[in-house]
């Protein structure tokens, strides 16, 4: 009982102190970012009884800036007037708190005009497939590019947004993945439309084929004759099971530029000029084709 007697008593008296106040700041123009500055609190004294000291000690005490009412817009600053706490200082401590003095006398926040830039997302993937399956089409992603909105300084340096890492093992069937975004963290001052984005790809079966394609000779000089062996090269291609039926050696070309060999060699390189969409990789087989030039 004493003990709690003690502590009426205290309460109970009137106190005079000073606290850091930090800044909230609200209603800020949409075309201006206010640039974040760490110096920007208030030392302020108040003199009130202990009772109404509680709630200060319980949370950290702020102070709410209007940018709509509170500031004066100057040539790239706003500008706060600690005689704005003085004519609403009931409303922001209360009748039964006075408001003794605020230091410093005024704040200053600097601002930039805000820079709105669509950049690309890169997708960093790890995605392997169950034997027999695998993507036709590249993966897509959605939204493929996102909006920045900052200071021209700081936006205009950002070329490119990144996902999260994503690993995917043994797939075999269709991509449907949200990936978080890997945004800066160090920087408040920018503002991303989208923190993640939608990873999307097409799982198919998949197959190996193999046709024997002609070779053309080009670039032969005039009056040479070129004899050659093989006449058709192997091409070995990859492809999903529903495209498999319509793949002929049409849709494939393979030529030796005879420009390309020199006088020492015995052989042409085989090159693989065309290679129809509806395959994913192709390569040919041999690598060499062997050739004689007739008198």
């Known amino acids: 009982m004493s003990f709690i007697i003690l502590i009426f008593s205290k309460l109970s008296k009137e106190y005079t102190n000073t606290l850091t106040f930090g800044i909230d700041k609200v209603n800020i123009p949409q ?20 009772f109404n000291w509680l709630k200060y000690y319980f949370s950290k005490p702020k102070i709410t800036i209007d940018f709509k009412k509170d500031v004066q817009k100057q ?22 708190v006075s408001l003794i003095n605020v230091s410093p006398d005024k704040l200053i926040f600097k601002y930039d005009t805000n820079l709105v830039k669509k950049v690309p997302v890169i997708l960093n993937a790890n995605i392997s497939f169950k034997p027999g399956y695998n993507i036709f089409k590249n993966y897509t992603i959605e939204p493929d590019s996102i909006n920045v909105i900052g200071p021209n300084d700081l936006v205009s340096q950002i070329k490119q947004i990144k996902t999260e890492e994503v690993v995917l093992k043994d797939v075999n069937s269709n991509i449907l993945k949200s990936i978080k975004l890997k945004l800066p963290k160090d920087n408040k001052d920018l503002i991303f439309s989208k923190s993640e984005v939608t990873l999307k790809g097409t799982v198919e079966r998949f197959t190996e084929g193999t046709l024997k394609v002609p070779i053309n000779i080009i670039n032969v000089p005039d009056g040479m004759r070129v004899k050659y062996f093989p006449k058709v090269i192997n091409v070995i291609y990859y492809t999903s099971l529903k495209n498999y039926k319509d793949i002929t050696a049409k849709d494939f070309k393979v030529v030796c530029d005879y420009q390309k060999s020199s006088n020492t060699q015995s052989f042409l390189l085989p090159e693989l ?6 395959v994913k990789t192709a390569k040919i087989n041999p690598q060499h084709i062997e050739f004689i030039i007739e008198e």
Do not use: P
């Not at 075309?31 to 202990?50: F, P, R």
């Not at 790239?76 to 003085?86: A, L």
């Not at 000029?273 to 509806?278: A, E, N």
């Open 31 to 50: 075309k201006y970012v206010i640039l974040n500055d760490t110096s920007a609190k208030l030392e302020i004294t108040l003199k009130a009884y202990g």
């Open 75 to 96: 040539n790239g600053f706003f500008e706060w007037n600690k005689s704005n706490i003085f004519l609403h200082s009931n409303a922001e401590f209360g009748s039964q």
């Open 273 to 278: 000029i065309k290679i129809t969409d509806k």
